[in-house]
């Protein structure tokens, strides 16, 4: 492993894989890998080429690029979020890798580069924190060199398993209140997490005029044993600091009692017994 991703899984595994098992964080990195390796292969990065990392968390997809080219190109670590430049700049520093990285604090709504500045464009779950796509892939549009490509990894949150299908009538005591309650908010066109599809995405590509927009459509299975905690960590942990978790939701229908009842029950349904679980993800290229 090379020092570049011995920092960035280490960090990982301290911070937001603290709540996993060994077992559980090494197979989480090795698909975070395999996953930043098929986005920058669908990029096709070049040395001498202007890159850019939006919504770059952790860096994973950045961090991937500097393996590969050091300061043989132009690197833009780029959030919303001033504590993951942080992180990377951190993570960066550890490594004492040779590169021509800059850090950019914005919004992807509203990038702050200029018309056809970039060669190549990566996100790697963003996507599932914006409402409005299409305004977003307009500016992706705006920002690339003419035939530069954006490629990316999204999950299609709103097809994953969902708890009701986990869990039977005679385990949960208000077990059809909660599916309905689930179904409503993983429906929900206001919420940018599940208001999307392969299909929308490939639509709204094109109506911005990107050309040549191939979407490949995964499904990964998971088979595992969850524990009480794990569970726990299911409704509490939040999939983005600008996102509710999952009890909050559930929140949103039922008093915290109801709520409460209902996570120890799926505990007690779940935990210590193998599950598993179908996520829907999706890898995009588009070409300007």
């Known amino acids: 492993m090379s ?3 011995k920092n960035w899984s280490t960090w990982l595994k301290k911070t937001r894989f603290s709540y996993m098992d060994e077992n ?4 989480t990195i090795k698909w975070l890998i395999a996953v930043r390796d098929s986005v920058l292969n669908l990029a096709d990065l070049q ?36 504590d993951c430049l942080d992180e990377c700049q951190k993570i960066l520093s550890e490594t004492k890798i040779k590169n021509n990285a800059k850090f950019l604090k914005t919004d992807v709504s509203n990038i ?20 409005n796509k299409k305004q977003v892939f307009s ?24 708890y009701y299908e986990l869990l039977t009538n005679n385990q949960i005591s208000d077990y059809e209140d909660f599916k309905k ?28 005029n990107f050309s040549d927009v191939t979407i490949n459509v995964q499904i990964a299975s998971s088979k595992y044993i969850p524990t009480k905690e794990t569970i726990t960590n299911w409704f ?13 939701r559930f929140l949103e229908y039922f008093d915290e009692k109801k709520v409460n009842n209902y996570i120890t029950e799926v505990q007690n349904a779940l935990s210590n017994n193998p599950i598993e679980i179908n996520s829907k993800t999706a890898f995009i290229k588009a070409i300007k």
């Open 236 to 248: 509490i942990t939040p999939p983005a600091p600008d996102q509710k978790s999952m009890k909050e």
């Open 181 to 208: 309650a689930e179904k409503e908010f993983m429906e929900n066109p206001n919420d940018p997490l599940v208001n999307f599809s392969a299909e929308s995405l490939d639509k709204d590509l094109l109506e911005v």
């Open 47 to 82: 040395i001498g080429q202007k890159i850019a990392d939006f919504g770059c968390g952790s860096g994973l997809l950045a961090f991937g690029v500097l393996e590969r080219f050091e300061d043989k190109v132009e690197l833009i670590f780029s959030d919303k979020f001033q």
């Open 3 to 5: 020092g570049t991703c």
């Open 24 to 27: 559980q964080k090494e197979q």
């Open 112 to 131: 702050k580069l200029e018309n056809n500045y970039l060669d190549r464009l990566m996100t790697r779950s963003v996507l599932v924190h914006i409402k």
């Open 139 to 162: 500016e992706f549009y705006r920002i690339l060199k003419q035939n530069g490509i954006y490629a990316a990894f999204e999950p299609i949150i709103s097809e994953n398993t969902r």
